[in-house]
């Protein structure tokens, strides 16, 4: 077609129009315009023009006119947005800051507890195909009891399962032969402890620990060793190390390859790998003897199969092997990626484990959250007041609902993006003192992995939550009433929501005090508690060889020095003993009792070194024992349970050996508290025998004592450096989660109490404002300063009473089941519920009455005058 | 007869459309009032009535197939509905007994 309206008449046409109209509009234009044209060209483009323009009407253009002005006016708008946002923000400093300060700091602790999770959960997951790995435990069921272990038979043979790809068997430990001292090259005489396992060579195929120089597939051969980066700079401060020799006292190993560093989120931690070989020859073990050791073992199938499909053929009696059935063994196949956080067997059954831990804090990170978003929902709804007016006015003006949502929603956003950004920046401030803190390195930052998408959903989570709502409230009013000054009516809805929220809020404030109370007591119980034995002043050191062949001398050394009181030995520490001996006999034992004691082997010295009190009969003497009868030390309580009544030089039996009872000493604790006190029973045995050498020094000497023993311990073993506990530290080992807990608990305390505060004196702020001219009126009918005040705090009351008596049951149950893990613990100290009921109705009236104060000074007049 | 009250436009417009049947859309009905009333109208008025009526459920409208004279469109051809006849009949009817009231002498008035 060669003629043709004007051009941009019909773009503009077409840009207009709503699309399900445009058609017979403009074919009914272009009819007149080709019926025009025959005429005159000009007249017919001035037809057409003019009928376009006269088209440009609402009703043609409604559908789209959303979109338009929204595109055409989004970027005035967000100018305009962002400039009423500042001026707000401004206009009252004070607040503002306060609510960013909330909301960042309580994001700040989300994201702390998020990163922990998220690394929690990254556990074990690095492997290549880690769902296809399980680790096999075993069950062991004897007089009804089941006990589990996170091991397998050292010869357990899968190859009649053949789901099962490779199988892995890991012996790791905490000392010999596992913890090792090697010399460095470079010819330090220091030695250097590092700690590492015995395996199989599937050891790196299995798991993706990943090998940077030297043989792919180590452990083929029998005198190798794989190191990692860290223990090769130590060793021969080289990254090619490969082919070198390493001493492991007494035998030798050569390098054969170097494995990166194991990363923090794996289970299976080490800094050398060698084989079984050596293993047996550090041991001195027969192939025989070596068989009935249980190791760490995991299994690779080739397909995903079901634990429970594996566990079956697991359990086959060909697999699990005729003895061990008899003695009832069973297996249990275990995906490795539930082995950090489902770790805990009771009875046989998966009992949770770390999960717990991790459950509790994701619900403290959301209760923060939830809280700061509360506190931010009412301080904005509370602010509604000064900014009805601004409101009403725009809605006059023509402004759409739609328009003002839009504009709070974004002001919302972005104080919320704010204080997301601040938050952000605390929590990689904070990361450091959070890891000292939980005693463990979260090496996630908030930019690895999956975290930044966690964030981004949170961010538009919360945005939303803490926007729409104010947003709907605000955009609500009626531009009339609030012209007139009569908002009173409409906001009373929101008013009573907003003391819903309060009680929330409090609730969960006072809730967290209350327990983290009671946590604290009990804690404090547990570690002023008298165990029964000292254990402050003492050091527990390694002992070698050399050392217990020469303990003698080694202590006669030692005790020429006067800060030096006592030396002694022991096969286990009396603080960590775990488990008990059911292998006790005594005469007139019942045939069908079952009773478990602590038998702790011991030298001489022993008693007196952890100031164990005899209480009948004498102590162990330097005398050689009699060769017929071990001499024993009972306590009290085994005194009771065996039902002897003149114990002194019974005969009992401890699994074979003869024993004679030479003395009663007073009851002692041997493990957590958590577990109940058990009978326990001393044995003398050969120093040989003992598996660490405990000093007792005077209080207040500890550098003169380690100065002492460090040069005694050199003088009698130059091959190792030494290495020492103190005993104190060892108990605080034991209570590692529950103390690392507590500071966490102390820590959310804070910040709950802190975000109601903010929360309190939001709502404050905002009461004091809405009667400031009740308070005019009733200062000039003569009320008192204080009766004001009554007034005010008064309805606060009520909140705070309702929230006491939410939080209190709910907390009491808590820390109820928390303190029933326990079988010694405190009374429910009801005190901490008046304390907590005192504390925060304090600090809500004393904040009540900062806010007010100024309110209630001002001269009446100044109020009432104001219209 | 609640609601639906017809202006004097709107009923020209709705007599056309049932004058041009089958034919009546937007430019024809404009035609066709200029050429029966004399009255010049633009046609985006016409438009605007037509969907008035349309949305009073007085008229009903479909698009029928593409013709060569206006570039390929189609045009929205109006039918009456039997709502939109009915209130015809009742304007008509409603004129004609008023002006059958109007007594003879008021007509032979004559101004001065």
Redesign the interface.
Known sequence: MKIQPPRWADRFLEWYCNPQLLEEIQGDAYELYYRTVKESKTKADLLFTWNVIRFFRWKNIKKTNKKITQSQASFAMIKNILVVTLRNFMRQPGHSLLNIGGLSVSFACAFLILLWVTFEYSFDQFHTDTNQIYSVVTHVKSDGAVQTYNAASAVLDVSLVPEVEKLVSVSTGDRWPHTLCFKPEAGAKECVYLNGVYSNENLFSVFNFSIIKGDPNPLTQPNTIAISEKMAYLLFNTDNPIGKTVKLDGLEAVVASVFKNIPTNSTLQFDFALTFDILKKKWGASEEVFAQNFFDTYLKTNKETGPARLTEKLNDVRVVTEAYKVQNISYQAVPLSDWRLKNKFENGKQAGGRIDYVMLFIIIGSLVVIMAVINFINMTTARATTRAKEIGIRKVTGAYRSSIVLQFVSESFLIVLIAFLIGALLTQLALPFFNSLLGEHVSIGILDGWVPFYLLALLIIISSLAGFYPAFVLSSFQPVKVLKNQFSTPFTGSQRLRKILLVIQLSVSAGIVIFSGVLYQQLNYITKKNLGFDRSNMIRIEPTGALLRNFEAFKNELRKNSSILSVGSANSNPLTTEGGNPGVTWPGKPKDQRTTFKTIGCSFEFPETFGLKIIEGRDFTSQPQDSLHTEVLVSAEAVKVMGLKNPLGEIIQIGAAQCVIIGVVNDFHTESLRASRLPAILYRVDYMHTAGIYIKYQPGTTQQSMAALNRVYSQFESNFTMKYWFQDDTFNEIYKTEITSSRLVVLFTIVALLIACVGIIGLATYNVHRKTKEIGIRRVFGASITQVMTVLTNEFLWVIIVAILIASPLAWMAANRWLASFAYRIEMPWWIYVATFAIISMITVAIICLQSLKTVLTNPTKTLRSE | MKGVYLGELEELVLLTVGILYPEA???AVMDEIEKQAGRSL????V??VL?RLEEKGLLTSK?NDPTE???G????IFHLTAAGKRSLEEAHQMRTQLFNQIPKVALQFQWV
Do not use: C, L, P, W
């Open positions: 859309y937007g430019v633009n046609i985006s008025a438009h605007s969907t698009m004279e206006r570039g469109r189609r045009k929205r």
